[in-house]
């Protein structure tokens, strides 16, 4: 019996993909670094094959998309951190981002005969990486002065806050961005996802989405089906005991909680060593046959014990979501005290993880998934 499995909708992304295009009407790249935020990299860049380009963190990320025989442009979102990763940049034909000085340098002695698109990256309040707007000019009339930079130079910059609805911050950055992106020619982008769904003004032509592209809201207080996007994650594992538990008496390590009244346990197969956070110790709660049940006691590795409450009738082997279409992450999240791009990412190894699609034009027979279109 395959017990805690994380099912990823490739149907969802792309509704969600169409969705964000829609919302912003921009150029939009999909940012797939950390295995697509735990939903498998390149199930979900093939899935995405209409996407306008593609993003990741680390040069391996994007090589392994690039075997995959992924075509789009690939952003690497921080550039390459020594010149030999330059070289593999240039050979697999990946875009950069230039956000130091030194990367500056590696890309003057760069030696090859093919060119690079290159994105600067502005530092414009986020304060982590980035060139002073002021340097603007100098890097751009260096960059244009070599033969293998394509001409047209991108401008990236990124978001401190823009998850909180009203902070200042964000139109403080904005505005940064507008002068910094003064007489440069090439293509321009601030927003990430809380950027394209919350701040209008932050439209600069180019988009970049993770999040929310995986149905999931950056913006506290709102889930993704506030902005018409679709969870593409089902976490789910099963019941594996049901106990019948007297007023009074604690459950699990360290004896933290205990009921007023009789009732019923139900002991799930999952815990932190699958990922689920242990900090939703006594706060979140689960989805078990049609009703939203609480965890009690604490999370642990491999166990996690809810009540299923005086009248229940679940049996062993019935699934639990825990999260995804009717349990929303963004609840979990809140309750462990964290955020969603936690959870989704740190699912680990012994997590069964499977993909789900229904056919697309180009496969004429109706409704199977990715599994059973293999076994045909
Ligand atoms: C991760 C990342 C994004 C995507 O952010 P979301 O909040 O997931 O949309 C965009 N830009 C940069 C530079 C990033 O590192």
């Not at 069964?352 to 293999?374: F, G, I, P, Y």
Request: glycine share 8%; with cysteine.
């Amino acid at each position: 019996m395959i017990t805690a499995q994380a099912t990823i909708s490739l149907d969802a992304i792309r509704h969600n993909y169409q969705q964000l295009k829609k919302l912003s009407d921009q150029q939009l790249i999909a940012v797939v670094k950390g295995n697509a935020y735990g939903h498998g990299a390149i199930a979900v860049a093939k899935a995405l094959h209409n996407a306008d380009a593609f993003a990741v963190a680390r040069i391996e990320e994007a090589i392994e998309l690039r075997k995959a025989k992924v075509e789009q442009p690939i952003l690497l979102l921080e550039g390459c951190f020594c010149q030999d990763d330059l070289y593999k940049a240039a050979e697999h034909n990946l875009d950069v981002v230039i956000h130091s000085e030194y990367q500056l340098a590696d890309l003057e002695t760069l030696k090859v005969d093919s060119s690079l698109a290159v994105w600067l990256k502005v530092d414009t309040g986020m304060h982590r990486i980035g060139i002073e707007p002021a340097l603007v000019p100098n890097y751009q009339k260096r960059l244009t002065a070599l033969a293998h930079v394509d001409s047209a130079i991108g401008i990236i910059s990124h978001f401190s806050c823009a998850d909180e609805r009203s902070n200042t911050a964000t139109t403080e950055q904005i505005s940064a961005f507008s002068q910094a992106i003064k007489d440069t020619q090439g293509p321009k982008s601030i927003a990430n996802s809380a950027g394209l769904l919350m701040w209008p003004d932050s439209s600069f032509g180019v988009a970049r989405a993770g999040i929310a592209l995986y149905g999931i809201s950056p913006i506290d207080g709102y889930t993704g089906h506030d902005f018409g996007l679709i969870p593409a994650m089902s976490f789910t594992s099963r019941l594996i005991s049901i106990r019948q538990h007297q007023a009074g008496q604690p459950v699990g390590y360290g004896q933290t909680w205990r009921p007023k009244q009789d009732t019923t346990l139900g002991v799930i197969a999952a815990g932190y060593g699958d990922g689920y956070p242990r900090s939703a110790s006594n706060s979140a709660m689960v989805f078990i046959n049609g009703r939203q049940v609480p965890i009690v006691g604490r999370v642990s590795m491999d166990m996690l014990v809810v009540d299923l409450g005086q009248d229940a009738r679940d049996c062993s082997g019935d699934q639990v979501e825990l999260w995804g279409e009717h349990m929303p992450i963004e609840q979990v999240a809140q309750a462990a005290g964290t955020i969603p791009y936690e959870l989704t990412i740190q699912l680990t190894s012994r997590v069964n993880l499977s993909w789900q699609q229904r056919c697309e034009q180009d496969c004429n027979s109706t409704h199977r998934t990715e599994k059973q279109a293999v076994a045909i």
